[in-house]
């Protein structure tokens, strides 16, 4: 019996140390945000989760066919970041961890359907060193 009690407590401990050593991490506001849904899937393909320039974001305006304008954005002091997914609805959450990291974080319904929705959003660069652990 105390050898097992030893046993818990020890991977007790490890799991206690585990989270410790995670990064604190906090959600990140978005000054915009975009919504939409796209019929052709392969529009999808080769647009990064993070967009850094204006000819980017105007590109993938214009591909996607987001209605209005092509938003302007001071890419010196924002970053707009997308996610994307086949199910019907979907909720980024972008989350900051004390080493700079931002982590992308897409919740989506499980229904898919034909095309693919969006999200388009419009974050501040403030404190971020890199995204999904690779560097801006």
């Known amino acids: 019996m105390l050898r097992f009690a030893c046993t818990v407590g020890i991977i007790v401990l490890m799991v206690v140390s585990v989270l410790a050593a995670e990064p604190e991490k906090k959600s990140v506001k978005q000054s915009k945000q975009w919504t939409g849904s796209v019929n052709d899937e392969a529009l999808k393909n ?3 989760a993070v967009i ?3 000819k980017a974001l105007g590109k993938l305006w214009n591909a ?5 304008k092509v938003p302007k954005v001071d890419f010196a002091k924002e970053l707009v970041v997308t996610s994307t997914t086949s199910g019907s609805r979907l909720n980024l959450m972008p989350r900051l961890d004390t080493k700079g990291n931002l982590e992308l974080l897409g919740m989506a319904t499980m229904d898919f359907g034909p095309g693919f929705r969006y999200v388009i959003a419009i974050i ?5 060193k890199t995204v999904d652990g690779k560097k801006l």
Do not use: N, Q, Y
């Not at 996607?64 to 209005?68: A, D, E, L, N, R």
């Not at 501040?124 to 971020?128: K, L, Q, V, Y």
């Open 46 to 48: 080769d647009i990064p």
């Open 124 to 128: 501040s660069r403030d404190g971020i």
């Open 52 to 54: 850094t320039d204006a």
């Open 64 to 68: 996607w066919k987001v209605p209005g």
